[in-house]
């Protein structure tokens, strides 16, 4: 993006001291002789006050570059203390989709202000990315890439390349658009550019495969998945039928966007809401509103086990044996729940599997489920046996029963726990929420109920009939 001279507007910082001024002077000397990524680190390690110094120092187009940068934190706290020409100059000069992101970070009153002093392009860039849903393609796209007629030469071309360079987001692909409709014909990489011939038309120069499209409310995971399965660099986001190239989605917008799913994906594999900041720089009273909603509600969900064991009370009372083997079993189909809600996740993720693949999942867990379940029985079972045997701990006169029944009810909740876990993710996407939101405490605990209630249908049939128990 060009960056124009800007309107001078009214400082927000407060007046530094002379000392303060030369320290932050001296560090912006030595950050601009850093890789960005390592300047970004360094920034990150300042409070917002030291950082804004330092950015007044810095640069204009390196401070432009550092801003462009994901990594950094504090972002829109660190644009909004600046002083005005200095926040809007790096604005203007920001690549469009990161500036969108960062408008979007700020409150109000700084939005505004800012927003009427930066340039008309970038005004209009900012309105149309912002229009886009969070998770689409348009979110994270660019609207600086390159261009150009099929009726040019490949010399034209590179001509045009040297001249806008500094103002795209990438060279490495130049897209080839009709003269009269300026709808997408075609595409060429810089290195088959480089290699024709200078005279040879650009239409003719390029490869002959017809490029690779998305529309701008794609998903990004969708995204990601064209990516890696074509081994893209760039990818232009076409308006509908017309095909009129909008924007450009790069490789890496698109690893920073699933760097960001995956990272909300993880909080909630963990049962808690997504936090946005890094873990020492979330507020004390956001953690626990991120963390106490999640665990409210899985507490709720397991007060119904105490439910459940209440119901057959009765039995617990003659067969006290039972309740050592509980926390067994429901670890068991709790680990075995999480197991397979994880894999169809990462299988929906990776479109794997479609949502139509739901009773061939079902017909795979299900068995897989009985076996797994077969094998933790047969070690408990050898357990129980080995306690008695040895004399480590005496299960009763009907202890073979016992060690039956446990063997049973493995098997039972493995299996549950399986088809369960795997489950879950399909009607979640089913009812349009994120799959991964049946994470692993959730699985858990609804294993853990049906559990309690496996456990001591399977004791009634197996185990009470014979040592003179009855449940009504």
């Given at each position: 993006m060009a960056q124009n001279d800007t309107p001078t507007l009214p400082?927000?910082?407060?007046?530094?001291?002379?000392?303060?001024?030369?320290?932050?002077?001296?560090?912006?000397?030595?950050?601009?002789?850093?890789?960005?990524?390592?300047?970004?680190?360094?920034?990150?390690?300042?409070?917002?006050?030291?950082?804004?110094?330092?950015f007044v120092q810095l640069p204009l187009d390196y401070a432009v570059e550092l801003f462009d940068k994901p990594e950094l934190q504090n972002a829109a706290h660190i644009i909004e203390a600046?002083?005005?020409?200095?926040?809007?100059?790096?604005?203007?000069?920001?690549?469009?989709?990161?500036?969108?992101?960062?408008?979007?970070?700020?409150?109000?009153?700084?939005?505004?202000?800012?927003?009427?002093?930066?340039?008309?392009?970038?005004?209009?860039?900012?309105?149309?990315?912002?229009?886009?849903?969070?998770?689409s393609a348009g979110a994270i796209m660019t609207t600086e890439f390159i261009a150009v007629p099929s009726s040019w030469t490949v010399r034209r071309t590179l001509d045009y390349i040297k001249e806008v360079e500094r103002t795209r987001e990438t060279v490495y692909t130049t897209y080839i658009v009709d003269p009269v409709t300026s709808s997408l014909?075609?595409?060429?990489?810089?290195?088959?550019?480089?290699?024709?011939?200078?005279?040879?038309?650009?239409?003719?120069?390029?490869?002959?495969?017809?490029?690779?499209?998305?529309?701008?409310?794609?998903?990004?995971?969708?995204?990601?998945r064209l990516f890696r399965r074509y081994d893209l660099?760039?990818?232009?986001?076409?308006?509908?039928?017309?095909?009129?190239?909008?924007?450009?989605?790069?490789?890496?917008?698109v690893l920073d966007a699933m760097t960001e799913e995956m990272s909300d994906d993880t909080h909630k594999f963990?049962?808690?809401?997504?936090?946005?900041?890094?873990?020492?720089?979330?507020?004390?009273?956001?953690?626990?509103?991120?963390?106490?909603g999640w665990l409210c509600i899985l507490f709720l969900g397991e007060m119904l086990t105490a439910s459940a064991m209440q119901h057959f009370?009765?039995?617990?009372?003659?067969?006290?044996?039972?309740?050592?083997?509980?926390?067994?079993?429901?670890?068991?189909?709790?680990?075995?729940?999480?197991?397979?809600?994880?894999?169809?996740?990462?299988?929906?993720?990776?479109?794997?599997?479609?949502?139509?693949?739901?009773?061939?999942?079902?017909?795979?867990?299900?068995?897989?489920?009985?076996?797994?379940?077969?094998?933790?029985?047969?070690?408990?079972?050898?357990?129980?046996?080995?306690?008695?045997?040895?004399?480590?701990?005496?299960?009763?006169?009907?202890?073979?029963?016992?060690?039956?029944?446990?063997?049973c009810t493995i098997i039972a909740i493995v299996a549950f726990g399986s088809l369960v876990g795997s489950m879950l993710p399909f009607v979640l996407q089913a009812l349009g929420f994120d799959p991964a939101s049946a994470s692993a405490p959730f699985v858990a605990t609804f294993v853990d109920v049906a559990g309690v209630l496996i456990y001591f249908s399977i004791a009634m049939l197996l185990l009470f009939p014979f040592i003179g128990l009855s449940h009504s």
């Amino acid at each position: 993006m060009a960056q124009n001279d800007t309107p001078t507007l009214p400082k927000t910082t407060p007046p530094q001291t002379e000392t303060e001024q030369e320290s932050a002077e001296i560090l912006a000397g030595k950050l601009s002789s850093l890789r960005f990524a390592d300047a970004v680190d360094i920034v990150n390690r300042l409070d917002i006050e030291q950082a804004v110094q330092v950015f007044v120092q810095l640069p204009l187009d390196y401070a432009v570059e550092l801003f462009d940068k994901p990594e950094l934190q504090n972002a829109a706290h660190i644009i909004e203390a600046l002083p005005g020409a200095r926040a809007v100059a790096i604005l203007n000069g920001m690549s469009a989709d990161q500036a969108a992101d960062l408008f979007q970070e700020m409150d109000e009153e700084s939005r505004q202000r800012l927003f009427v002093q930066l340039q008309p392009i970038t005004r209009n860039e900012l309105t149309r990315l912002s229009a886009y849903p969070e998770h689409s393609a348009g979110a994270i796209m660019t609207t600086e890439f390159i261009a150009v007629p099929s009726s040019w030469t490949v010399r034209r071309t590179l001509d045009y390349i040297k001249e806008v360079e500094r103002t795209r987001e990438t060279v490495y692909t130049t897209y080839i658009v009709d003269p009269v409709t300026s709808s997408l014909m075609s595409s060429i990489s810089l290195r088959r550019l480089i290699l024709a011939q200078e005279g040879d038309n650009i239409l003719d120069a390029a490869q002959h495969n017809k490029p690779i499209t998305v529309t701008a409310l794609t998903d990004r995971e969708e995204l990601a998945r064209l990516f890696r399965r074509y081994d893209l660099l760039s990818m232009p986001v076409v308006d509908g039928e017309s095909r009129h190239v909008i924007g450009i989605v790069t490789v890496d917008d698109v690893l920073d966007a699933m760097t960001e799913e995956m990272s909300d994906d993880t909080h909630k594999f963990g049962g808690m809401g997504a936090i946005d900041q890094p873990y020492m720089q979330t507020g004390f009273f956001e953690m626990l509103k991120k963390r106490g909603g999640w665990l409210c509600i899985l507490f709720l969900g397991e007060m119904l086990t105490a439910s459940a064991m209440q119901h057959f009370e009765g039995a617990l009372e003659k067969a006290v044996v039972l309740t050592l083997f509980i926390p067994l079993i429901m670890s068991s189909g709790g680990n075995s729940g999480s197991q397979a809600t994880s894999l169809i996740i990462r299988a929906l993720a990776l479109g794997e599997i479609k949502l139509k693949d739901w009773k061939k999942v079902a017909l795979r867990e299900l068995p897989t489920g009985l076996l797994l379940g077969l094998i933790l029985g047969i070690i408990g079972y050898i357990r129980i046996v080995l306690w008695q045997k040895a004399g480590i701990y005496d299960y009763g006169s009907h202890w073979v029963l016992v060690a039956f029944t446990v063997t049973c009810t493995i098997i039972a909740i493995v299996a549950f726990g399986s088809l369960v876990g795997s489950m879950l993710p399909f009607v979640l996407q089913a009812l349009g929420f994120d799959p991964a939101s049946a994470s692993a405490p959730f699985v858990a605990t609804f294993v853990d109920v049906a559990g309690v209630l496996i456990y001591f249908s399977i004791a009634m049939l197996l185990l009470f009939p014979f040592i003179g128990l009855s449940h009504s």
